[in-house]
């Protein structure tokens, strides 16, 4: 764990999934509603240098897209933190941010650079980034389709606050938002 004596890291990451039910209004106003950042949990508190916390925020279409929210205490080792197509490298005090578009991941449809893993960014000391995506899938059972948002929130910092995704634009953002069909 060398180079992380100071390094706190904080994911968040925001899944909307929805149905045609709600491609358009009155559904598709509270699709959109759902915010981009949330406030950090209490757990954040109880964090220590060298540990990461991962905020998983799931809103669904058949839950008139309340939040449910989980969260988990891990530490930063030699591994990659991968959250669906984004990859964290923990490296030296840097945190390198990667992207891949995965259609079994990330659904349909397809992009023009899928095929390879893309470097967005790299987030220091009290920076944070945003990746956001989209995709189709279709329902094994009933052929139906339904689509999803994911924002993945990250931050780096010597000390975490509740705040951090809420009141300032993030440092660096990468978007892949596809039109859904």
């Known amino acids: 764990m060398k180079g992380y004596h100071w390094m706190i890291i904080s994911i968040q990451t925001i899944y909307t999934e929805w149905s045609k039910k709600s491609r358009g209004a009155p559904g598709s106003l509270k699709r959109n509603s759902v915010p981009e950042g949330y406030e950090l ?6 964090i220590k240098d060298g ?7 799931r809103c669904y279409e058949y839950k008139s897209f309340k939040s449910d929210k989980y969260e988990h205490i891990g530490e930063i080792g030699d591994e990659n933190i991968d959250c669906k197509c984004v990859r964290i490298i923990p490296d030296n005090r840097i945190l390198r941010i990667l992207y891949y578009h995965n259609t079994e991941m990330a659904g349909a449809p ?3 650079h ?14 944070w980034g945003r990746v956001k995506y989209n995709g ?4 094994t059972g009933s052929g ?9 929130n990250i931050c780096c910092s010597e000390k975490l606050h509740k705040d951090t995704y809420l009141n ?3 440092d660096y953002s990468y978007e892949d938002m596809a039109i859904l069909r």
């Open 41 to 46: 949990p209490r757990a954040t508190k109880k």
């Open 51 to 57: 540990q990461y916390i991962y905020h998983d925020i």
């Open 168 to 170: 300032k634009k993030p």
């Open 136 to 139: 189709r899938f279709v329902h």
């Open 110 to 112: 397809t992009r023009k």
């Open 144 to 152: 139906n389709w339904y689509y999803h948002k994911t924002v993945v």
């Open 114 to 127: 899928s095929c390879y893993e893309k470097k967005l960014f790299e987030i220091r000391n009290a920076e």
